[in-house]
């Protein structure tokens, strides 16, 4: 430990305990009962910026942000009446101005004579665990939105399905298989914390129980979707899924799903997303196409309402004899994570 003209160790014991305190991660320093420092190790020179000789001498004010000014006063205060401040969170500036979040210990130092002479201040990095405590809570609160907003989605669910099912087993089915949906969007959120998801992965995980990868093809740049794009356009791809399971291209042999995105930009330099389901069977559709009531179940309302509403966007759907397209059109900034999104085209084959 360097001091500004302390009296030196004399003693083996002494030496290692200065050799010690001088080697500590930890900030440690020594200051009298004015707040003046006296005594500076070289974690302190690592934390604060400062050297011994540009420390030592000076105020414990050099280290405080102005507006904890009266913190310093309160702690000369307890430490006079032999108070030992237990570890404490709080804010250091550094010598270039910035601040550092710190976990402050302070305790009295008495002389051969037990007479409180100064403290010792024994100051840790916290910015880590304070970043990550924020990242927590930032992370818990988009977790509770969401959950809140999957509710709605599910009760929603809920409603419409049971409107179109011919009977309870019919019901259940089909309510399984969308929640199942909503979790597959969920986990893949949930692996990347929340960040966002790619396209190509949260088309191939929805259109994986669908099996016939190899008559879906998929064409587009590397994009990340956000949060809420994740959600709705994966709702939109499970229905889009199970009725070309059922009904379309996927439900025969010899049909074919494709799937394109763009980027393209618009009036007023507006960049926009753009994607199109194409799908075209061979007409042998195995159950055939649904009556007009049921094409006008849920899955209709989730491709021409929910899913381009929730995007500010707008979309279509045709459909025609053996074949059904399907398209969205949204802002860009409704689609991916700011500054994510490429506009670098790749081809992809599920």
């Known amino acids: 430990m360097k001091s500004g003209g302390g009296k030196s160790a004399d003693t083996i014991a002494n030496a290692r305990l200065a050799a010690i305190v001088d080697s500590s991660f930890d900030a440690i320093i020594g200051k009298d009962l004015n707040s003046i420092i006296t005594d500076w190790n070289r974690a302190a020179e690592r934390l604060f910026g400062y050297g011994a000789e540009e420390a030592i001498g000076r105020s414990m004010?050099?280290?405080?942000?102005?507006?904890?000014?009266?913190?310093?006063?309160?702690?000369?205060?307890?430490?006079?009446r032999g108070e030992g401040i237990a570890s404490f969170d709080t804010m250091r500036k550094r010598k270039d101005g910035s601040l550092i979040a710190v976990s402050v210990t302070v305790s009295p130092i008495r002389n051969s004579s037990g007479d409180i002479v100064g403290a010792s201040t024994i100051a840790r990095d916290i910015t880590a665990a304070k970043e990550s405590e924020r990242r927590i809570r930032l992370l818990m609160r988009e977790v509770n939105h969401?959950?809140?907003?999957?509710?709605?989605?599910?009760?929603s669910m809920v409603r419409e399905t049971n409107k179109r099912s011919a009977n309870p087993g019919e019901f259940e089915d089909m309510i399984r298989a969308r929640i199942m949906a909503l979790s597959r969007s969920h986990d893949l959120l949930v692996t990347s914390e929340w960040a966002g998801a790619s396209l190509f992965d949260l088309i191939q995980e929805h259109l994986k129980p669908f099996g016939h990868e190899e008559r879906i093809s998929l064409s587009g740049p590397l994009l990340t979707l956000q949060s809420n794009a994740v959600q709705n356009l994966g709702m939109a791809f499970h229905e889009l899924g199970t009725n070309s399971s059922k009904y379309g291209a996927l439900a025969g042999e010899g049909g074919r799903v494709e799937i394109t995105w763009t980027v393209e930009?618009?009036?007023?330099?507006?960049?926009?997303?753009?994607?199109?389901?194409?799908?075209?069977?061979?007409?042998?559709?195995?159950?055939?196409?649904?009556?007009?009531?049921?094409?006008?179940?849920?899955?209709?309302?989730?491709?021409?309402?929910?899913?381009?509403?929730?995007?500010?966007?707008?979309s279509s759907l045709e459909r025609s004899p053996g074949a059904l397209k399907w398209s969205l059109t949204a802002p860009l900034e409704a689609i991916v994570v700011p500054q994510l999104g490429t506009d670098t085209e790749s081809d992809f084959s599920l």
């Open 61 to 80: 004010l050099l280290l405080i942000p102005e507006h904890l000014h009266d913190e310093e006063a309160d702690i000369i205060g307890r430490i006079r």
């Open 146 to 155: 969401r959950v809140k907003n999957q509710f709605a989605v599910i009760l």
């Open 265 to 314: 930009t618009g009036p007023q330099a507006q960049r926009r997303f753009h994607l199109v389901w194409q799908e075209a069977s061979n007409g042998d559709t195995g159950t055939g196409e649904p009556d007009e009531t049921a094409r006008k179940g849920f899955g209709t309302v989730v491709l021409e309402r929910v899913a381009p509403q929730s995007l500010s966007g707008s």
